[in-house]
């Protein structure tokens, strides 16, 4: 139990109405999660605005209230608090309900359009290899050490964040790394969250369903670095140009790491094949098992992380080069008939030219490219017809198939595509719009030596479609026709 005084601090309180020195059980913004004795917080979302659920919440049981207006009739038995920001005030009441979790452990955060996932999992992989008790927060997946939670948000909301971090700290966790999407930062996700460090690993076109415009987009990201404390790091990537917009007014240490100029934390690639990476990251040769210069990356962001946490140079890179890619990233398998598979999450622009750059980089040329891609419904159309051209374009064979069209028409979208086909190159185009008859297509097509790569849903083992979640896996797919 927690007494509302202890709970509301720094939540931009307005006004209180009634006592303040009650003890509530549990916190929720979801009506239909309040139980008795409970705090409901009103929030105004996208879709619902959780000040019409106000009455029914005290039905339920609920004794406070936080809201961004008060209901036109006061329960005289309910204590009310207005704040400013009822989205704000949840971050912040959700982490002094769970007793500020995020002060008791090293909590590194990355945002970025690609490579979160990534970096988090080897970050998570390379620190438990290390000897910690660690924490994950991933697209994948949430992990308490190997202990695996299902992830439903690339950010949880902040209860599920702040509960899972208390969850961390009583397992003795000493470090978590996390995946911060643009929409937690915009919706106030992680308001009230301490965070140790910060990385950012690049931006492009991505979400602008969400955000509208590409500039709105970045300062999305950049309210994250605006927001670390003094105490903490900022890691950025200054070979995209928006790496130091990134950290123009932060209090936090300025590090930067870079592929191209100089930089604090510097690689090169010396070999870039199949089987793996070989670098040089700070004057020491290593190899991995990762691919591509994307992955290059990625790892170099580790590295320095993992430095800027404390931990030994070279113990880092041994561990580093026995580390496997995340799930769904640059995954391949190879058939019997030498057939190489990839599967990969590439699902913007600018990922799947990184992953068809890096195929085009380890391939003799012999062997033929067939890629299968789609695009996801309800997101950002503008990126439709250029995905289509850029597969086009670095394929010898281009299937395109649906992805999650999730509530719109499947056929829409792939005709969205095809106009970023130009006219010259459609006889080397297929539209099949059952992606697994997609995948089957091109393992009949592929001959030995040849690459097939499946396109933009990765990891994920469903395909959504009108609201309902289908199993599918791409790499089961794979495996049966291969």
Do not use: W
């Not at 409970?38 to 979302?45: E, R, T």
């Not at 704040?83 to 909590?107: H, M, Q, W």
């Amino acid at each position: 139990m927690k007494k509302i005084s202890d709970i509301i601090n720094n939540t931009g309180v307005v006004e209180i109405i009634g006592d303040e020195n009650l003890f509530i059980n549990s916190i929720s913004f979801d009506s239909r999660k309040i139980e008795a004795n409970s705090l409901f917080i009103a929030i105004k979302g996208i879709q619902f605005d959780g000040h019409q659920y106000i009455s029914e919440t005290i039905k339920k049981g609920a004794i406070a209230i936080v809201c961004e207006d008060l209901p036109e009739n006061l329960n005289t038995n309910i204590t009310y608090i207005k704040v400013k920001n009822s989205s704000y005030a949840l971050g912040e009441i959700a982490s002094n309900f769970y007793e500020n979790p995020s002060k008791n452990i090293k909590l590194v955060g990355i945002t970025g359009t690609n490579g979160k996932t990534t970096t988090v999992t080897l970050l998570f992989n390379l620190f438990r290899n290390l000897g910690y008790n660690v924490g994950l927060l991933s697209t994948i997946s949430n992990r308490i050490n190997d202990n695996e939670i299902a992830s439903t948000h690339t950010t949880p909301d902040a209860i599920q964040l702040n509960a899972l971090l208390k969850q961390m700290v009583e397992k003795g966790c000493s470090h978590c790394f996390m995946e911060v999407s643009s929409h937690a930062i915009i919706q106030n996700r992680i308001a009230g969250i301490t965070f140790s460090g910060a990385i950012f690993s690049n931006i492009t076109h991505d979400h602008l369903d969400f955000h509208k415009t590409f500039a709105e987009y970045i300062k999305a990201k950049k309210i994250f670095f605006d927001k670390l404390s003094n105490n903490a790091f900022a890691l950025t990537n200054i070979d995209d140009k928006n790496g130091k917009v990134m950290i123009q007014n932060t209090k936090a240490s300025k590090y930067s790491y870079s592929l191209q100029t100089m930089a604090d934390f510097k690689c090169r690639i010396i070999e870039n094949e199949l089987h793996g990476l070989f670098l040089n990251i700070d004057g020491i040769e290593t190899s991995t098992k990762l691919v591509g210069n994307f992955n290059a990356y990625n790892i170099l962001a580790v590295y320095a992380t993992a430095i800027l946490l404390g931990e030994d140079k070279i113990e880092v890179l041994k561990q580093l080069s026995n580390l496997n890619t995340a799930e769904g990233r640059f995954e391949y398998i190879k058939s019997k008939n030498n057939i190489t598979a990839i599967v990969d999450y590439a699902h913007t622009p600018d990922a799947l030219l990184n992953v068809l750059n890096t195929i085009e980089t380890i391939r003799t040329k012999n062997e033929q490219l067939i890629t299968v891609v789609g695009a996801g419904g309800n997101r950002d159309a503008q990126k439709r017809p250029v995905m289509a051209k850029i597969a086009c374009e670095m394929s010898d064979i281009l299937i395109l198939t649906s992805d999650n069209p999730r509530d719109e028409n499947p056929e829409d979208i792939l005709h969205q595509m095809e106009e970023g086909i130009d006219i010259s190159q459609k006889r080397k185009v297929l539209t099949i719009l059952n992606r697994k008859e997609a995948i089957k297509t091109a393992c009949a097509m592929a001959k030995s030596g040849d690459i097939i790569l499946i396109a933009g849903k990765g990891h994920e083992k469903y395909q959504e479609i009108k609201g309902i979640k289908h199993h599918f896996d791409d790499k089961e797919i794979l495996i049966e026709f291969l």
